[in-house]
C-alpha cells in the first residue's frame, strides 16, 4: 500500500514538474516574442509601456529619484541596450544631448542609430535664462500635457516602424492613450481660463514649467533656472522673495524631488505660505504614489495647481 502511495506521488511530481516546464518554455517564448525597449527614464517609459503594451518589454534607464541630465549606466543596462530593439529618449537636452551620457553609451556599445527614437521631434524647444537660442534648451516639455499628446504619437510612429505585424494593436492603443491626453488637456485649458490673472501665478523651485507656463498664459518665477551645486544661494532667494512680493501669489510650490529648504526661506521672508502637497517635475512618483503613471502625473499636478492658485 505504501510502495502504491508513493508511485502515485511520485507520478503528480513528475507530471507537476513536465508541466511547469511546459509552462516556462511557454513563458520565455512569450517574452521572447515581445520587442525590447530600453527608455531613458521614467515618463517615457510609462508613455511606451501604455501604447506597447503586451507586446513590449521596456528597461528603463534612470531610476526614480536619479537626476536624468547626469546618468551613470549600470552593467545591466548595457547589457539590455545590446538586446534592444529600439531605444526611447526624450531630448532637448534631458539626457546630455549632445556629448552627453546618453550619446556615449550608444556609442560605447556600437548602437544603431537607426534605432534610436527621440520622442520629442515636433516640439518646439524653449530656452532657458534670457529665453534666446544663445542659452540652454529647457527639457522640462512632457510637463505640458500638449507635449505628451506629441510624445505619445511619437512612440506610435516608432512601435508600428519597428514592428509594423501588430501595427493595428498599437493604433488602438494609441487612439485611446492619446484620446486621455486630449481630454486632460481640454482640462487644463479650462481650468486655468478660470483662476483670475492675478492669481494665475506659479512660483516653484526651478525653472521646469516653463513649456505649461507659456501655453496657459501663466506667470511663473523660481529659484535657479536649472539643477547645480548653486541651487537656492543667498542672491537667489534674495530674487525669488522680491519677485514673490512684486507679484502676491496665493502660495508657493515646491517639487517633490528637490530640497524644501530653498523656498522655505522665500516662504519666511515673503510671507506667502507654501502649497502642502509637491508638484511633480522631473519624474513620476513610485507605485504608492497619486502619480505613479503620467496621466495621473498631468491630473495630480492640474489639481494642485488650480488649489493653490485659488486660494
Avoid at 502637497?277 to 496621466?295: H, M
Amino acid at each position: 500500500m505504501e510502495m502504491d502511495l508513493i508511485k502515485r506521488i511520485s507520478g503528480v511530481l513528475i507530471a507537476l514538474l513536465i508541466l511547469t516546464g511546459c509552462s516556462s518554455d511557454s513563458a520565455d517564448e512569450e517574452q521572447n516574442d515581445k520587442l525590447k525597449i530600453t527608455s531613458t527614464f521614467s515618463i517615457m517609459t510609462d508613455i511606451v509601456e501604455a501604447i506597447g503594451g503586451d507586446h513590449v518589454e521596456v528597461h528603463n534607464l534612470v531610476p526614480l529619484g536619479t537626476d536624468p541630465h547626469e546618468y551613470d549606466p549600470k552593467p545591466e543596462d548595457i547589457q539590455f541596450l545590446t538586446k534592444s530593439d529600439a531605444l526611447f529618449y526624450n531630448g532637448l537636452n534631458l539626457e546630455g544631448e549632445n556629448g552627453g551620457w546618453l550619446d556615449k553609451f550608444i556609442s560605447s556599445i556600437n548602437y544603431d542609430e537607426n534605432k534610436v527614437f527621440r520622442a520629442t521631434e515636433e516640439v518646439e524647444p524653449m530656452y532657458l535664462a534670457s529665453g534666446t537660442k544663445d542659452e540652454e534648451i529647457n527639457p522640462h516639455s512632457f510637463i505640458d500635457p500638449n507635449v505628451g499628446i506629441k510624445m505619445a504619437e511619437a512612440v506610435e510612429q516608432a512601435l508600428i516602424e519597428i514592428d509594423a505585424d501588430n501595427s493595428d494593436y498599437y493604433k488602438k492603443r494609441a487612439e485611446e492613450y492619446i484620446s486621455e491626453l486630449k481630454d486632460i488637456e481640454a482640462e487644463y485649458r479650462e481650468t486655468f481660463e478660470n483662476i483670475p490673472d492675478e492669481k494665475r501665478i506659479l512660483v516653484a523651485s526651478e525653472f521646469a514649467f516653463q513649456y505649461l507656463t507659456e501655453q496657459y498664459d501663466i506667470q511663473e518665477g523660481y529659484i535657479w533656472a536649472i539643477d547645480t551645486e548653486d541651487n537656492g544661494s543667498p542672491q537667489q532667494i534674495k530674487d525669488t522673495t522680491e519677485f514673490v512680493k512684486q507679484h502676491n501669489p496665493p502660495v508657493l510650490f515646491v517639487e517633490s524631488n528637490v530640497d524644501r529648504r530653498p523656498m522655505e526661506a522665500v516662504s519666511k521672508e515673503s510671507g506667502v505660505p507654501i502649497y502642502e502637497k509637491p508638484l511633480y517635475s522631473d519624474e513620476i512618483g513610485n507605485r504608492d504614489s497619486e502619480a505613479s503613471t503620467y496621466i495621473e502625473y498631468l491630473r495630480y499636478n492640474l489639481k494642485v495647481l488650480s488649489d493653490g492658485m485659488n486660494r
